[in-house]
């Protein structure tokens, strides 16, 4: 059959005609006039070179032809409406496996409560999450490498969907039994300090640096290193000076003895955000995923404690302000 000469509404003209056996309730169920029916099963018995349905007794009976090809017609034309349908997601059921980029910061302090949404809602799903340097995640998400970014990055392309998670700022800290810094920490004391660094290719995170270039300030980094969650263990046995996100100085602050100050010069706050690309855009599977990231950044959000006690980070800290 050469199907590139047949027009598929044929498909289903012949498949009513098959089933009623009577071309005007095969008409009435195509929303057809029975002319267009009758010119319809011409142009069948046309490409097909058979009659296909002769008028009996007992209505239009099909053709020996006719019957071998009924059942392939059939199912072709449910292929082709299945095609058509959205994909039913149920989270019981669904063996859905996403792929997620987030840095170490996400993964302490926002993957433990999705992991447990997601493995209480969706017992069946998988989640692998992908190790990156900042600068491959927009050609990850692109190649379909991953399905989802979480995190803070520049330079996202015009193509990649995102939604505002929350708003962070950064914090400084020191082991608490730090020889130099006690209950604050000023200007001076923090351009005197030894610091420790995240530094990856590709990271972002070069703010503090550039903030005291425009103040004609530079610091001492003695130390640089690839993963964020690693800083506040180089300071508990050390006097380094390291500037963090705040959700991270805030979850190392009660599993080891570290101080938490505001920085001394005003670095601002910096949005978290996720990022897919348009193929997941309308996807449910995908859908609920972002739901459930955006639910357990905002609870965090709304569970952040104040911060008010000696070497804790104040509501309104003095900084000093770059020009």
């Given at each position: 059959?050469?199907i590139?000469?047949?027009?598929?509404?044929l498909?289903?003209?012949?498949?009513?005609?098959?089933?009623?056996?009577n071309?005007?309730?095969?008409?009435?169920?195509?929303?057809?006039?029975q002319p267009?029916i009758?010119?319809?099963l011409k142009?069948?018995?046309t490409h097909?070179?058979?009659?296909?349905?002769?008028?009996?007794?007992?209505?239009?009976?099909?053709t020996?032809?006719?019957?071998?090809?009924a059942?392939h017609?059939?199912?072709?034309l449910e292929?082709?409406?299945?095609?058509?349908q959205?994909?039913?997601?149920?989270?019981l059921?669904?063996t859905v496996?996403?792929r997620?980029y987030?840095?170490d910061?996400g993964?302490?302090v926002?993957?433990?409560?999705v992991?447990k949404?997601?493995?209480?809602?969706?017992?069946?799903?998988?989640?692998s999450?992908i190790?990156l340097?900042?600068?491959?995640v927009?050609?990850?998400l692109?190649?379909g490498?991953?399905?989802?970014?979480?995190?803070?990055?520049l330079?996202?392309?015009?193509w990649?969907r995102?939604?505002?998670?929350?708003k962070?700022?950064?914090?400084c800290?020191?082991?608490s039994?730090?020889p130099?810094?006690?209950?604050?920490?000023s200007?001076?004391?923090?351009?005197?300090?030894?610091h420790?660094?995240?530094?990856?290719s590709?990271?972002?995170?070069?703010?503090?640096d550039?903030?005291?270039?425009?103040?004609?300030?530079?610091r001492?980094?003695?130390?640089?290193?690839p993963?964020?969650?690693a800083?506040?263990?180089?300071?508990a046995?050390?006097d380094l000076?390291v500037?963090?996100?705040?959700?991270?100085?805030?979850?190392?602050?009660r599993l080891?003895?570290?101080k938490l100050?505001?920085?001394?010069?005003?670095?601002g706050?910096f949005?978290i955000k996720?990022?897919?690309?348009?193929?997941?855009?309308?996807?449910?599977a995908?859908q609920?995923?972002?739901?459930v990231?955006?639910?357990?950044?905002?609870?965090?959000?709304?569970?952040r404690?104040?911060?008010a006690a000696?070497?804790d980070?104040?509501?309104t800290?003095a900084?000093v302000?770059?020009a």
């Amino acid at each position: 059959m050469e199907i590139d000469k047949l027009d598929l509404n044929l498909l289903k003209t012949f498949d009513a005609i098959h089933r009623h056996h009577n071309l005007s309730a095969a008409a009435v169920e195509l929303g057809l006039t029975q002319p267009a029916i009758s010119a319809a099963l011409k142009r069948l018995r046309t490409h097909f070179g058979n009659p296909l349905f002769v008028r009996t007794s007992h209505g239009m009976r099909p053709t020996p032809h006719a019957d071998a090809m009924a059942g392939h017609i059939t199912r072709a034309l449910e292929l082709l409406r299945e095609m058509g349908q959205v994909a039913v997601f149920s989270r019981l059921t669904t063996t859905v496996h996403y792929r997620v980029y987030i840095n170490d910061v996400g993964m302490l302090v926002v993957m433990p409560q999705v992991l447990k949404h997601v493995s209480e809602q969706a017992p069946n799903a998988k989640i692998s999450i992908i190790d990156l340097r900042p600068d491959e995640v927009v050609e990850a998400l692109d190649s379909g490498e991953i399905d989802l970014a979480i995190g803070y990055f520049l330079g996202m392309p015009n193509w990649a969907r995102q939604q505002t998670l929350r708003k962070t700022s950064y914090v400084c800290a020191v082991r608490s039994g730090h020889p130099e810094i006690g209950d604050s920490l000023s200007i001076e004391q923090y351009l005197r300090a030894k610091h420790g660094m995240y530094a990856a290719s590709g990271s972002p995170y070069s703010l503090v640096d550039e903030t005291l270039a425009r103040m004609n300030l530079r610091r001492d980094v003695t130390l640089r290193v690839p993963r964020f969650a690693a800083l506040p263990f180089m300071i508990a046995s050390s006097d380094l000076l390291v500037t963090i996100p705040e959700d991270l100085g805030l979850a190392f602050s009660r599993l080891i003895d570290i101080k938490l100050f505001p920085p001394p010069v005003e670095l601002g706050e910096f949005e978290i955000k996720q990022y897919w690309h348009e193929r997941h855009h309308a996807e449910p599977a995908f859908q609920w995923l972002r739901s459930v990231v955006r639910r357990e950044t905002m609870r965090l959000t709304r569970q952040r404690p104040r911060k008010a006690a000696a070497g804790d980070v104040p509501q309104t800290p003095a900084r000093v302000r770059s020009a």
